[in-house]
């Protein structure tokens, strides 16, 4: 059963464009959310976090967007460059003691055209 | 600097066989997780160490699998009788213990079950 979904396998944008990596999730005890790119042979790379008690962080180029009541989030990226091409990760995490275990999705390939 | 090291890098192994795999996390960071990446899934929590507490296991897939973290550092994750479904990337992470703490991510492992 899995709790983090990332129901688009891939995504192509041409650059400048928007991109919007999307995620659902259905543990209701999830209050953290994070977002990680993955490079070709690399580990994963932290990118953008989001606690449950907001709906919107902006960093730079990037935005998530959270919407608790339909359990879904979203990661904007504008404009997408060429070099934001790779897997993109959602993960989340609850309470549970002090553990921070992540619960990760399938992942999106995000291929920005130039 | 430094960030989260793993060795080795790759691993290819003949079924039966142990594997140890050795994770050395960022200074000061007293959280360590394991997690591994089958082909075309997302990432899989294994085990989670936090200071001198007992270590959370409760993603190990079986008793095959096992680690240890030796001084509150560094960390080996073994395989025992190694098996083809055990064939992905095994990726260690590290996060401070104060709060919510994004964790980082090393290389990962590559390990191939032949």
């Known amino acids: 059963d899995q709790q983090v979904k990332q129901n688009s396998p891939s995504l192509s944008v041409q650059e400048g464009r928007i991109s919007i990596l999307n995620c659902d999730y259905t543990?209701?005890?999830?209050?953290?959310f994070l977002w990680y790119k993955k490079y070709p042979a690399e580990g994963p790379t932290f990118l953008i976090s989001?606690?449950?008690?907001?709906d919107k962080n902006e960093d730079g180029r990037f935005t998530v967007f959270l919407n608790k009541s339909a359990k879904h989030l979203s990661l904007h990226i504008v404009p997408s460059q060429p070099g934001d091409s790779a897997v993109y990760f959602c993960?989340?995490?609850?309470?549970?003691?002090?553990?921070?275990?992540?619960?990760f999705g399938s992942g999106t390939q995000l291929t920005v055209l130039p | 600097g430094a960030g989260v090291s793993q060795s080795p890098s790759n691993k290819v192994t003949e079924k039966g066989k142990d594997v140890e795999l050795r994770c050395d996390p960022i200074s000061g960071h007293t959280a360590l997780y394991w997690y591994r990446q089958s082909l075309g899934q997302g990432l899989e929590f294994l085990i989670y160490?936090?200071?001198?507490?007992?270590?959370?296991k409760s993603g190990l897939p079986s008793d095959r699998f096992s680690a240890e973290r030796t001084g509150g550092s560094v960390s080996t994750l073994t395989i025992q009788r190694t098996q083809q479904e055990d064939s992905a990337v095994y990726l260690c992470?590290?996060?401070?213990?104060?709060?919510?703490?994004?964790?980082?991510f090393g290389p990962g492992t590559r390990l191939l079950v032949l």
């Open positions: 160490f936090q200071g001198n507490s007992a270590p959370d």
């Open positions: 992470a590290s996060s401070s213990n104060r709060g919510r703490e994004t964790q980082y």
């Open positions: 993960a989340a995490s609850g309470s549970r003691g002090s553990a921070r275990q992540l619960t």
């Open positions: 989001i606690s449950s008690i907001k």
């Open positions: 543990n209701s005890m999830f209050d953290y």
